[in-house]
C-alpha cells in the first residue's frame, strides 16, 4: 500500500459518501458523549432507541442526575451493560458539573478522565463533536485497516498511529466516519462485499470473495 493508493481510496470514499457522520442520533456535544458511552459492545440502533425517550425527558447532566440511577435504568435497561453504563452515566454527570461547568471537555485528557470514557470514546467526541481530526479505531475500523493493508497494525493504538501518519490531511477529518460505515455495510466481518466495493481494485486483500 502506497501513497498514491491511500489518497485514492479516501478520494473515492469522499465521492461515495461526501459528508459521512455518526449513526447514533445526537443535537449537542452532551447528548452525543452519552449515546458514546452507551454504544460499547451494543448497537447504535439499539442506543438510538433508548436516547430517543431519554432525552426528551433529560438530555443535560443537571436532568439526567435528576432522574437518579434507577431512573436512568429505566431509560437504558435495553441496552447490553446497562447497569454499569448506568453508573458510569451518573458519575459522568458529576464531574461534568463539578469540573466543567456543565459542559464536555474538549482534551483527551480530560474526557478519558470521565468514568466510562476511554480513548475511543473520548476520540469519537472530539472528532465528531468538535472537528478535531482524531480517528477512534473500533473494531470495523480495525478489520478494515488490516484487510486493506491501508494502515495494518497489531492493536488498536498501532493502527490509530498509522491512520494518522498515513491518511493525506485534506481527508483526516471525515476518516474514521468513511472507516467505520465502510466496515459496517461493504467490509464486513464474516462475508466482505467485494464485489460492491468502490475501492476493491486498490484493496490489498489476498482472499477477496466475488460476489455482487
Same mark, same amino acid.
Given at each position: 500500500? *502506497? &501513497?498514491v493508493k491511500r489518497a485514492e481510496i479516501f478520494k473515492r470514499l469522499k465521492a461515495e459518501n461526501p459528508k459521512p457522520? %455518526?449513526? =447514533?442520533n445526537y443535537t449537542t456535544p452532551f447528548e452525543l458523549l452519552i @449515546? #458514546? =458511552? =452507551?454504544? @460499547?459492545?451494543? %448497537? /447504535? #440502533?439499539s442506543v *438510538? &432507541?433508548? %436516547? /430517543?425517550k431519554l432525552y426528551p425527558i433529560a438530555n443535560t447532566p443537571e436532568a439526567i442526575l435528576k432522574l437518579g440511577i434507577n431512573g436512568l435504568k *429505566?431509560?437504558?435497561k435495553t441496552i447490553g451493560l446497562f447497569n454499569t453504563k448506568a453508573e458510569n452515566t451518573i458519575k459522568t454527570c458529576k464531574i461534568l458539573i463539578e469540573k466543567h461547568g456543565g459542559e464536555v471537555p474538549q482534551t483527551r485528557a480530560e474526557l478519558e478522565f470521565l468514568p466510562g470514557v476511554g480513548r475511543k470514546t473520548a476520540n469519537v467526541v472530539l472528532n465528531t463533536a468538535f472537528g478535531h481530526p482524531t480517528i477512534a479505531v473500533d473494531t470495523h475500523i480495525f478489520r478494515v485497516s488490516n484487510r486493506t493493508k491501508i494502515a495494518p497494525g497489531r492493536n488498536v493504538v498501532e493502527v490509530e498511529q498509522k491512520l494518522l501518519k498515513f491518511i493525506p490531511e485534506e481527508y483526516k477529518l471525515d476518516a474514521h466516519h468513511w472507516l467505520i460505515l465502510h466496515g459496517r455495510y461493504v467490509c464486513t466481518a464474516r462475508k466482505p462485499r467485494c464485489g460492491a466495493c468502490v475501492i476493491e481494485d =486498490?484493496?490489498?486483500? &489476498?482472499d477477496k470473495i466475488d460476489n455482487e
Open positions: 500500500m *502506497n &501513497k457522520t %455518526t449513526e =447514533l @449515546a #458514546v =458511552l =452507551l454504544s @460499547a459492545q451494543a %448497537t /447504535d #440502533v *438510538n &432507541k433508548a %436516547t /430517543d *429505566n431509560y437504558i =486498490l484493496c490489498e486483500f &489476498k
